[in-house]
């Protein structure tokens, strides 16, 4: 009995442990994002993909550590699911954003104003 | 097949599985984990063509408002601090049951609760104020496919706020049942899912919309 109590409480702490890292890293990644828009640490395209590259990095913490993506039994099915899925996402969305960029151009450019 | 069992008296015992017990947890939070997943993954598909959807419309604001220069980043900030400290407290709420102290359980489920219902609030005033100045989701198109994107997510929220509040009385009632168990476990997932969507709205919508 004492022996299930021990190991309950190991699983506790791990489990504790990893909870406050993704907590800590994820606001650390948060407060980085807006206090470069709030501060102006940088401007134009640098900050617009700096702050996108912190978004992604925080996705990937908090698949990681709030998620456990990768750990358990069921992290190969997950993790095939998952880039599968990351592949549609990326074909629809940049796919999207392509057609109706061009329809725009290819539209609007040639409208008289007004 | 899931393998039904239903321990009525162990609620209130809360002294631990034993390893039984542990290895059935075990198996039912395995049986359906990878089910759950595949629905969050198809919901972040939805979410992903209500972003683009949203990058393709944020300047067609018609004779409307600039739909970005009336959003306010401190107030995302807020949310933000909300929803990533209820995402923490449900991670907790899960720990405690599954060493089975369903009474610590119970209390971070209510406070996740109260996170996640004041991370509403500050969302419904937002949309409210926003009606109120004549920019309401009828105005343009990108204030058509904002209140989409950001309302979607919110009724994700106020679903998961339900789902909360059953698996709340639930436990209260039943006790740590396994299968409850598992059960709280997939609303765990559904809720740090949400968390992850958010993380795409503050950024895309209003930190660019700041930057911009």
Known sequence: MSNALKSTDTEYRQGFRRLLAGLLLALALTLAAFSMVWFGLAVGRVLLISITLLAAIQMVVHLRFFLHLGAGENRKISLASGAFVLVLLVLMVAGTLWIMTDLDWRMMSAMPTG | ?212
């Open chain 2, 1 to 212: 097949m899931t393998t039904t069992s239903s321990y009525p008296d162990r609620g209130s015992r809360g002294s631990g599985w034993t390893a039984v017990e542990k290895e059935e947890l075990e198996r039912a939070v395995r049986e359906r984990q990878a089910g759950f997943w595949l629905y969050l993954l198809s919901d972040a598909l939805i979410f992903a063509l209500l972003f683009a959807t949203w990058a393709v419309m944020a300047d067609r604001i018609a004779t409307g408002p600039d739909t970005r220069s009336l959003l306010d980043l401190n107030k995302a900030f807020v949310e933000t601090m909300l929803l990533l400290s209820s995402s923490f407290t449900f991670g907790l709420a899960t720990l405690e049951l599954r060493a089975d102290r369903v009474r610590n359980c119970l209390l971070w489920m209510a406070v996740t609760f109260l996170l996640g219902a004041a991370f509403l609030g500050f969302e419904l005033t937002e949309f409210m104020g926003l009606i109120d100045q004549g920019a309401g989701p009828d105005v343009s198109g990108s204030l058509s496919s904002f209140f989409t994107l950001v309302g979607t997510h919110g009724l994700h929220v106020t679903a998961g706020l339900v789902w909360l509040a059953v698996s709340f009385i639930q436990l209260l009632v039943i006790g740590n049942d396994i299968q409850l168990c598992a059960r709280i476990e997939r609303l765990g997932m559904f809720w740090h899912f949400l968390d992850i969507v958010w993380i795409g709205i503050f950024t895309f919508v209003y930190l660019w919309g700041a930057a911009a």
